[in-house]
């Protein structure tokens, strides 16, 4: 199941995190769910493959799995075969919606999450 997560830690900054405020905390994670909500909506709507129930679009979900990780994935419950559209499988081509989303949205995600950072961190 194609799932793309953006944590802290993954930013290779875990030691500014370290003994900051719950708010501060509760701050960076509204700040990556925003960034990882964009993701999911963009996959939703920009993709190559034909649509013809919206099941696969729907399956494009996002989730909080950590105090500071969100992750967005393909739910396999509304469109089991989501992953086959996304990857490929047989003769159908690759459609890596999901990923191409991501790949648009990074530095976006990573720049909101940093000026939190840097603004949390002023105020320590």
Do not use: C
Request: charged share 25%; no cysteine.
């Amino acid at each position: 199941m194609p799932a793309l997560q953006i944590s802290v830690e993954d930013n290779g900054i875990p030691q500014k995190i370290s003994g900051l405020s719950d708010k501060i905390l509760s701050d960076i994670l509204v700040s990556m769910k925003d960034g990882m909500t964009k993701v999911m909506l963009e996959a939703r709507s920009t993709h190559r493959f034909i649509s013809r129930t919206g099941s696969t679009e729907r399956s494009v979900q996002m989730r909080v799995t950590g105090p500071t990780d969100v992750e967005d994935y393909l739910e396999l419950g509304i469109a089991s075969y989501a992953p086959y559209t996304h990857e490929g499988h047989g003769s159908w081509a690759p459609d890596q919606f999901l990923y191409e989303a991501f790949d648009r949205n990074i530095d976006k995600i990573e720049e909101d999450v940093q000026k939190t950072l840097d603004s949390a961190v002023e105020g320590v």
